[in-house]
C-alpha cells in the first residue's frame, strides 16, 4: 500500500478491511495475541517514517499488533516486492513527469506461524468474514497439530493414528459432533508403490488401461505426485489438485457440495474423486475429455479453479522453481518439460491411485465366503435384482467397475434448473445448528447458480439435456456428498432418490422407476455400497501424506 492513494478500491480499502478485522480480533482472546497486521509501503520516498507513523496512528489501539513499514530506498524494497510477485509501476505523464500514483494489484497475504503463504486475497476476495474464518481456521490448525504432536517416548504411529480415509460425518447434525479427518500439518505417511498399481490388475479390477505403449515410469509417478500437492500451480499460488481432491476425503472433498476454486471462485460440480479414474472412458461429470493426461489442462486453465491464464504461463511457472530442475528431463528423457509431458506425469500418478480387494472383492471374485456380511449380501441381491442398480453399474463375472461408461438423466439436473424454487432454505452453519433463511436473502449476497445442463453442453443433442456420466461406486462409502452437484449427502439419501424414482422431466431415462424399497432393504443397500471401499485406500492416503507439498515462501 501507500499513504496517499485515493483509489477507493486499492489500499484504503484494505486499510478498511483490516481495520474490521482489527476491531473483530480485538474481541476474540484467543487470536488477539497471536496475529500480527502489517501495512507495508512501496513508496518510501514519500511514505518516510513520520508519514506511516502518523498514518498508521487512529489504528494503533484495540489491543491487536499492527505496524506500518516502510523501506530506506526503491533498492532496498524491490526484492521484497520480487520475493512475493508484487508488480508496482510509478506512474508517469507523457512528459515524463511522476504522478505521485502507483498502478498496482491489490494483494494482501495471510502468512502462518511457520511463515508460509496460507492465502493471498485480491479486491474481489477481500472480506473481513473471509479473513476471520481463516485466522480461526489457521488456529485451529495449530491447536490440532500441539495435540498430535507425538509425546516424549511416543512412537509416530502411536502419536497420530492411523491414517483413516474418510470424513466419517455420521452424526453431524448432532452438537457434539467432532471430525476424525487428520490434521494438515499433522500428516505422517509412507510412500507405496504405486508403479505396480499401473502394470497389474487388482483383485476385482481388470488391468489400468494405458492410452501409450507403456505404463508409466516410477520418475513419472513421483513427479505427478508432486505437482498433485504443489500449490504454486495455480494462479496465486494457493490452490492445488489435492486441495479439491483431498487424499483422507476419498480423493474428494466431503465438505463441499461443489468445489471452490481461486479466490473462492464457485465451480458448479461436485468434485469428482481421482480413484480409480484410470478406468474411466470419458471424464468430467459431462465427459467432455477421453484421457488423463489431457483432463489434467482443464482445472489448470478453468478461470474458476487454477485460474491460470494459458499453457504457457502453467509450464513457466513450473520452470522458474528451482525444486522442478531436471526433474522432467530424468522423467522423460529427450523431452523436459512442455505441455504434454506435464499432463503425462499428472496422469501418471493418478493412473496409480488404483483401489481393489474391497470386501465385495473378496467374496465375490476371491473365494471368501465370510468377507461381505448377511446384509450386505442381501443388498448385492438387491442391486442386480429388484432395485435393478446394475443396470447402470455393472458387475462382472471376473471383475467391476460399477460404471457403464454411459450418461443418464436421472432427474437431478433437471429440478434444480426448472424445478420450484423453495421460499426457504435451511442451512446448517455448525455442527447441530442450523437456520431457516429467506431466500431473497440468500440471493442478495449469493452468486446465481450457473445454469448446468450436462452432457448437452459438449454434445448439443437436446436429448442429453441434464444426462450425466455415470460414475463409478468403488469406494462410494468415502467420497460424499453425491451426484453432479453433490445434493445428497449421504448413501441413505442416494438410495431414498432412486426409490423415488428419480425426478420425473421428459428426459427421464426409463431405467429410473420407483422401486417400492421397505426401510430394512433400503438399509441393506446402503450395507451393500459400504462394502465397495477398497482394501487397500489407507495406503494410497498414506503415500499421498508422504508427498512434497510445494508452498511459496
Not at 484410470?278 to 489448470?300: C, K, M, S
Request: hydrophobic share 40%.
Amino acid at each position: 500500500m501507500y499513504a496517499s492513494c485515493n483509489d477507493v478500491n486499492g489500499c484504503p480499502l484494505a486499510t478498511a478491511v483490516l481495520h474490521r478485522v482489527q476491531r473483530r480480533v480485538s474481541e476474540a482472546p484467543e487470536l488477539a495475541s497471536r496475529i500480527r497486521l502489517v501495512s507495508v509501503s512501496f513508496d518510501p520516498t514519500r511514505d518516510t517514517p513520520e508519514v506511516m507513523k502518523r498514518y498508521g496512528a487512529p489504528f494503533r489501539r484495540g489491543g491487536v499488533d499492527w505496524r506500518f513499514a516502510t523501506a530506506p530506498s526503491d533498492e532496498v524494497l524491490e526484492p521484497l516486492l520480487d520475493a512475493y510477485g508484487q508488480s508496482v509501476l510509478r506512474d508517469i505523464d507523457a512528459d515524463g513527469v511522476d504522478l505521485g500514483t502507483f498502478s498496482h494489484i491489490l494483494r494482501v497475504f495471510l502468512i502462518d506461524g511457520e511463515r508460509r503463504i496460507r492465502n493471498v486475497y485480491t479486491v474481489s476476495f477481500l472480506h473481513a468474514d473471509t479473513l476471520m474464518a481463516d485466522l480461526h481456521t489457521l488456529l485451529l490448525d495449530e491447536e490440532s497439530l500441539d495435540a498430535e504432536r507425538p509425546r516424549e517416548g511416543a512412537s509416530a504411529a502411536q502419536a497420530t493414528g492411523s491414517h483413516r480415509p474418510g470424513d466419517d460425518r455420521s452424526g453431524y447434525e448432532q452438537a457434539d459432533w467432532h471430525t476424525r479427518s487428520l490434521s494438515l500439518a499433522a500428516r505422517r505417511g509412507s510412500p507405496a508403490d504405486l508403479l505396480s498399481r499401473t502394470r497389474g490388475a487388482r483383485l476385482g479390477l481388470p488391468p489400468v488401461p494405458h492410452p501409450d505403449a507403456a505404463p508409466p515410469t516410477r520418475e513419472q509417478i513421483a513427479l505427478g505426485r508432486k505437482l498433485f500437492f504443489d500449490r504454486r500451480l495455480s494462479h496465486n499460488g494457493t490452490i492445488s489438485c489435492a486441495m479439491c481432491h483431498i487424499p483422507e476425503q476419498g480423493f474428494t472433498s466431503n465438505e463441499l457440495a461443489t468445489a471452490i476454486g481461486i479466490e473462492g471462485r464457485t465451480v458448479r460440480r461436485n468434485a469428482p474423486t481421482v480413484l480409480d479414474s484410470a478406468f474411466l472412458e470419458r471424464l468430467f461429470h459431462d465427459g467432455r475429455e477421453t484421457r488423463l493426461e489431457q483432463q489434467v489442462w482443464g482445472p489448470l486453465l478453468a478461470r474458476n479453479e487454477m485460474g491460470n491464464p494459458s499453457v504457457g504461463f502453467v509450464l513457466e511457472r513450473v520452470r522458474e522453481q528451482p525444486d522442478y530442475r531436471g526433474l522432467f528431463e530424468a522423467a522423460f528423457p529427450g523431452r523436459g518439460l512442455d505441455m504434454e509431458t506435464l499432463g503425462h506425469a499428472l496422469a501418471s500418478y493418478e493412473r496409480g491411485l488404483v483401489t481393489g480387494g474391497s470386501p465385495f472383492d473378496r467374496w465375490r471374485y476371491g473365494g471368501e465366503t465370510d468377507a461381505l456380511d448377511a446384509e450386505a449380501q442381501r443388498g448385492f441381491d438387491l442391486f442386480v435384482g429388484k432395485a435393478g442398480c446394475a443396470g447402470c453399474h455393472p458387475v462382472g463375472t471376473e471383475h467391476a467397475l460399477f460404471t457403464d461408461q454411459a450418461f443418464h438423466n436421472t432427474g437431478i439436473g433437471y429440478a434444480a434448473a426448472m424445478g420450484p424454487t423453495e421460499p426457504t432454505r435451511i442451512l446448517q452453519v455448525a455442527p447441530g445448528r442450523t437456520l431457516e433463511v429467506d431466500a431473497s436473502i440468500i440471493a442478495q449476497v449469493a452468486e446465481r447458480p450457473p445454469s448446468d445442463l450436462g452432457l448437452y453442453e459438449i454434445s448439443l443433442d437436446p436429448k442429453d439435456r441434464w444426462s450425466y456420466r455415470t460414475p463409478s461406486l468403488r469406494n462410494v462409502a468415502l467420497t460424499a456428498p453425491y451426484m453432479h452437484d453433490g445434493s445428497l449427502a449421504t448413501l441413505a439419501d442416494v438410495v431414498a432418490f432412486y426409490d423415488q424414482g428419480g425426478a420425473a422431466n421428459p428426459l427421464l431415462d426409463p431405467r429410473i422407476r420407483p422401486l417400492g424399497l421397505d426401510e430394512g432393504e433400503r438399509r441393506a443397500l446402503v450395507a451393500f455400497l459400504r462394502a465397495l471401499t477398497g482394501g487397500d485406500v489407507e495406503a494410497l492416503v498414506a503415500d499421498a501424506f508422504a508427498a512434497p507439498i510445494g508452498d511459496p515462501r
